[in-house]
């Protein structure tokens, strides 16, 4: 909080006091695919576009190269709802994925 010394018309000093807000965010998410062995590399990237349809195609591609040599690629980091849609949306596709705290 911050202090203001003003006077009043009376010639009284009057102490006004500014709140100050603090944003607080809200923890974030990552959504992470997993190395699929089974679906073609073009499914995946596809069902990437699709369900996460911010990722251009050259991100998708990335995502899916990722996972495919290091065994995870980083999907998206967001907050906690949208992430659990993205993750149940590609498992739904028949991919495996999974979410943890940014932190």
Known sequence: MSDKLTSSPGGAAVIERQTERVRKRSPRYKVLLHNDPINSMDYVVNSLREVVPQLSEQDAMAVMLEAHNTGIGLVIVCDLEPAEFYSE???????????????
Do not use: D
């Not at 590609?90 to 932190?103: C, N, Y």
């Open 89 to 103: 949306s590609l498992k739904a596709k028949g991919l495996t994925s999974s979410i943890e705290s940014e932190s």
